[in-house]
């Protein structure tokens, strides 16, 4: 019965144990990375990494944090460049998952490049890791779709909803973003909260809408790599915006109680 009802929603599962694989690694990776945050083991491009007593900061080579963000993302959009010219023929529904995501890792690209502003640097070691893990995650992605090719639709179509949640969410990230931009001008280095927008609700809004740009990339894709990636990002991010919470209320006293995590006057 519950097989039947999602097989409505998503294709089946294809006959690939690389696929099966990445997705419970995907998910399993994503959500404890979440739970991390929440027990203070934060992530090493995080702002506030090192700052509480459970990580152990090590002497280790390090890049300009510009230049590691440029690093995080590129593979994984070059990969998206790449799968118009790897498959070539495929349906409408492949062509908007892999704009989608090309999209979304050539906005994160252009803002490394001229939105945000660094101050610090990275590990060079997780930046490479975690480049890894983006690359192999939309290749994985493309993969689970380009599988998909010559099976029956789902009997529920959401391609086209889902793209277009998809693009809410990628420019109200965006937006959010250039909020956080605009925070600290050239050669400032302090932090501050956050206001405008959804900020005004919540500490991180970009947050909720890079949740809302995965549920349109699964409702587009309808596939089960990208729900279980889906799910994963959500667990992952929901961790982070209690960690980030947490943070600006220790670093701020005139931080507001009523500003929740990641959803407005709920959490």
Known sequence: MVMSTL?????????????????????????????????????????????TKVENVEKKARIESKKGMFLLYSPAFLAGVASFA??????????????????????????????????????VEATI???AS???????MIYGQHLTQGFPEPSIDLKYGGFIIFLVGIICNFYHHYLLSKLRTKG?????????????????????????????ISCTS???????????????????SIATRRWYKSKFEEFPKDIKALIPYIF
């Open 222 to 240: 309808q596939t089960l790599y990208a729900i279980s990636f889906t799910l994963g990002t959500t667990l992952y991010l929901m961790g982070r």
């Open 129 to 131: 890791a975690i480049s």
């Open 134 to 140: 983006y690359f192999f995650s939309t290749v994985t």
């Open 7 to 51: 097989l409505k929603f998503l294709y089946p599962p294809p006959p690939s144990l690389f696929i099966t694989t990445m997705s419970v690694i995907s998910f399993a990776s994503l959500a404890k990375a979440g739970f991390s945050e929440i027990k203070g083991k934060n992530m090493p491009y995080s702002k506030f990494f090192g700052t």
């Open 86 to 123: 790897i498959f070539p023929h495929e349906d409408f529904r492949f062509a908007l998952v892999c704009s989608a995501l090309t999209i979304h890792f050539f906005k994160r690209v252009f803002e490394v490049l001229f939105v945000h502003k660094y101050s610090g640097s990275m590990d």
């Open 188 to 216: 400032e280095k302090e932090y501050k909260v956050p206001q405008g927008g959804l900020f005004n609700f919540v500490i991180c809004p970009h947050y909720l809408f890079e949740i809302l740009i995965f549920v349109g």
